[in-house]
């Protein structure tokens, strides 16, 4: 078992086997996290480098905690202690990386493209954990992985992304993971977060929230991503909150069994009202945890595990 290609990009890049492969042998590593040492020797030997010169807290911590309960040995590099800040390119510190041997190289980065750029000159293995407002594909995989679990399926579900879709690299891996595993999308947010031609992906548009959410199986909510605006593109936080925030109120016209997820981090009462965020309906903490075993599985099948 091993997946079709070397590197993980984008959703856009893996195959319908592919995404089943990940998610089953994720739900095997599960396991492992629940015992009383979290340790298995799966890739004793292999080097695993978490290279983020993009602020993180649950990519970078489950990668790591993926990384050392599979006995990879795994080192951490942000940009503030790497050469980036003394003027060296990205594409040096990554060959004086390789020339290291490592097996693997997760990169999160603020420019688009940066992993493809790196997958075409390295031998290692490169793992997308994020790059610019392209893509984000190990968020889309445990994503799906913690829809799996709660519905049984992926196929058939209705599911409801709703805020800033223009700059979320969460909704654009989500659209390309979901519609290929037979999955329904409805996007919902202002029209000045939309992206142009993003019907073409196979999703329904709306700008009313309520229309989107109506009998949805699964409501993704998604922060507002100032960091990647040029200029404001909403009056303010209470009028964008009143048409867009998810209330107990708004949860009544989804499906009576909905799940509510947030890739986080979240702004309460903002897109999210605090009592929901982890009120019954709520999987968020259940996304954090997968997340760990859907890393465990990708440094499994890149590094040669998957050939055991």
Do not use: W
């Not at 990940?22 to 739900?27: C, K, M, P």
């Not at 939309?194 to 309520?210: C, D, Q, T």
């Not at 991503?225 to 593109?233: A, G, H, I, N």
Request: aromatic content about 4%; some cysteine; charged content about 25%.
């Amino acid at each position: 078992m091993k997946l079709s290609q070397k590197d993980v990009l984008g959703m856009k890049e893996m195959t319908h086997d592919d995404i089943n492969l990940v998610l089953d042998t994720a739900e095997s590593f599960k396991e492992i996290s629940t015992r009383p040492i979290k340790k298995v020797p799966t890739l004793r030997g292999k080097t695993l480098i978490n290279f983020f010169v993009e602020a993180s807290t649950r990519t970078r911590t489950s990668f790591e905690i993926a990384g050392k309960r599979l006995s990879a040995d795994t080192i951490n590099i942000s940009a503030t202690t790497s050469s980036l800040i003394k003027g060296e390119t990205l594409i040096d510190t990554a060959k004086t990386l390789e020339s290291m041997r490592p097996d693997i190289i997760v990169l999160r980065h603020s420019a688009a493209g940066s992993p493809h750029l790196l997958a075409k000159l390295l031998s290692a293995s490169i793992i997308n954990a994020g790059d610019g407002a392209h893509e984000h594909p190990t968020q889309a995989l445990l994503d799906m992985l913690t829809m799996k679990e709660r519905k049984g399926r992926l196929e058939g579900l209705k599911v409801a992304i709703v805020g800033d879709i223009s700059h979320s690299r969460v909704a654009r891996s989500n659209i390309y993971g979901l519609i290929k595993m037979g999955a329904s999308v409805a996007l919902a947010g202002p029209a000045t977060m939309m992206p142009r031609y993003v019907e073409r992906l196979g999703v329904s548009i709306h700008i009313n929230m309520e229309e989107a959410i109506a009998d949805a199986d699964v409501i993704m909510m998604l922060r507002i991503q100032m960091e990647r605006q040029d200029e404001s593109l909403f009056p303010s936080l209470r009028e964008y909150s009143h048409c867009y925030g998810l209330n107990g109120k708004r949860i009544e016209l989804a499906s009576k069994d909905v799940i509510i997820m947030h890739p986080g981090p979240i702004n309460r009462g903002v897109e999210i009202a605090p009592e929901v965020a982890y009120g019954p309906y709520s999987v968020i903490l259940d996304q954090v945890s997968n997340g760990v075993a859907v890393r465990m599985a990708l440094l499994y099948l890149l590094a040669g595990g998957g050939e055991a």
